[in-house]
């Protein structure tokens, strides 16, 4: 079965600290990577996505993320994070289905970066 | 340019009541999206349409809630009658694409939501 897997509920971070919130994929096929983040009473925002090429992908907000088929992860990163990244993070993995694709979206991680 | 717009932003109803949610989606684009949010949890998709053709429709509980995209831009979605269980928040998306072979290639537009309440 097609999923994705946010294995930690609650992440908090010092301000300036780097950060990661992980993300792991089980799909066949060559699976579409993407991270959202969500802020309070609001809707997601696309922060990047990995389609195929350069493992390491740079997005929004100072935000990366590095694809890594053999351990089927996709882990978010920042350098130095900020209060302001507070907020609720999602991985979502699109998979092919039949002729169509599918995405599923993990069930959030949400980050505290405390000052 | 303008993004995804719903409305209401919350509602509150008593269980049997129908309800209904309206959005917006960015100019130009031609898939729209409704997805379920429940509380903690990751959004769920209820229906998908390219153009005003409902393409996937297989989460939708069919018993009590339709929706429509008349003329391929706005959509509606009803639920009737409500269930205690549909308390959620109810999300539009929209994005651009061309085919079921490049569905979710691009990313997607979500609107603020609708914060339903079933008392």
């Known amino acids: 079965a097609q999923s994705v897997a946010q294995p930690e509920d609650q992440v908090n971070v010092a301000e300036g600290n780097p950060l990661t919130v992980k993300c792991t994929y089980s799909v066949s096929g060559n699976p579409y990577l993407f991270w959202y983040v969500q802020y309070p009473n609001r809707g997601l925002q696309f922060l990047l996505k990995y389609i195929t090429g350069d493992n390491l992908v740079k997005g929004s907000y100072g935000f990366e993320a590095e694809f890594n088929k053999s351990q089927t992860s996709f882990h978010l990163k920042k350098p130095s994070a900020l209060v302001s990244d507070s907020a609720l993070y999602f991985c979502a993995v699109s998979f092919s289905s039949g002729s169509a694709r599918q995405l599923t979206f993990g069930s959030g991680t949400q980050l505290t970066v405390l000052p | 340019e303008a993004g995804v717009v719903q409305s209401p932003r919350y509602k509150i109803i008593e269980k049997k009541q129908p309800v209904a949610f309206w959005c917006n989606p960015i100019s130009g684009h031609n898939t729209l999206y409704w997805y379920r949010q429940n509380l903690g949890q990751g959004p769920e998709l209820l229906i998908r349409y390219e153009n005003e053709e409902a393409v996937d429709d297989s989460q939708l509980p069919k018993d009590r809630f339709s929706a429509e995209r008349l003329k391929g831009v706005d959509s509606t979605l009803k639920i009737q009658p409500a269930e205690l269980g549909d308390s959620a928040v109810y999300l539009c998306?929209?994005?651009?694409?061309?085919?079921?072979?490049?569905?979710?290639?691009?990313?997607?537009?979500f609107g603020n939501g609708t914060r339903l309440t079933v008392t």
């Open positions: 998306a929209s994005s651009l694409t061309s085919g079921p072979s490049t569905s979710y290639n691009s990313p997607l537009h």
